[in-house]
């Protein structure tokens, strides 16, 4: 006999589709963290108990929201940022615009949203629980939001017992906040962990002097900066940033933080094209640091791959990765570390 095919239930659906979302507590970091971005926030902190698994903590000194928009911003499919798909095609402004983030931690935890308009006279603090709003009321709080994200997948015990350990868990919250601090020098950013600050960026510096708060004196200094010059023509417009001397490595890729067009993305073709220019500088299981900022005409890229919207594709791979190699072999040999041969075939 066939199956039955039923339709699912709501809350089912809810619940499904914030997974795709919303993987633990990192991915939560960051579309929080995205969020006072785009509300042009100078001061973001960032606070987690227990990796994240208890609590998550963002506030930022942004636009902040009445109360009207925190009704608003949590429903489903809300944002402020594009109107319709044609928006997507022109290259966006913000990093954020599928309007399901809020929504989707809020199916998933116990949200707190806490908002004072800039020049506002009165904050909001809304709390959704599983989904439902639970309770809006006047709140006395700074101008900017600050969010608080409480037991995350309460409710989806399947998922919250497939979260790592802790200090795991910490691990990619702090690869996150390291990421958007970096790109973002006149940011200042804090990050703590159960009550420790883990670094604190001053939003003063340039990316030298963010690379030292982030990463501490030793790495700063064995940084390269990549000259745009050295990078041949190709689709990428310019290839900038800073690459460590290979002696000063790590065993893990964490440390190759990526951007095209000022978003964080995990591209592997960036990555691997950073990695070849090292050539056999480097041991097989050693990374180099990279703080990589790449720019390209929207329409050569494509970031809706994925919902987390981590990945990307670009429609010349293999040129774009040339440049890459190119610029970051350049710096290298700068400083007369590799021979002078092209790092290509
Ligand atoms: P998106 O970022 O894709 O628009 P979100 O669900 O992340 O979707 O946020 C929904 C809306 O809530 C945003 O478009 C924005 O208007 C508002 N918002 C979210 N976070 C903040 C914040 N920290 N400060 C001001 N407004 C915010
Ligand atoms: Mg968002």
Sequence with gaps: MAPEIRELDPTTVERIAAGEVVERPASVVKELVENSLDADASR???AVESGGTESIRVSDDGIGMD??????AVEKHTTSKIRNIDDLEGGLATLGFRGEALHAIGAVSRLTITSRPQGGDRGTELLVEGGDVERVRPAGCPEGTTIEVEDLFYNVPARRKYLSQD???FAHVNSVVTAYALANPDIAFELEHDGRETFATTGQGGLRE??????GREVAQAMIELDDEAVPEG?????SGLVSHPETNRASR???????NGRYVTADAVREAVMEAYETQLASDRYPF????VEIDPSDVDVNVHPRKMDIRFA???????????AVADALKREGLLRSTAPRG
């Design 44 to 46: 973001v902190r960032v």
């Design 290 to 293: 990279a703080v990589l900022f």
């Design 254 to 260: 964490e440390y190759l933080s990526t951007y095209v």
């Design 67 to 72: 109360e009207q928009s925190l009704r608003r």
């Design 235 to 239: 689709p990428l417009e310019s290839v």
């Design 167 to 169: 200090a795991t868990e």
């Design 316 to 326: 010349d791979d293999e040129r774009v990765r040339e440049q890459i190699t190119v």
């Design 210 to 215: 963010t690379v030292m708060d982030v990463y």
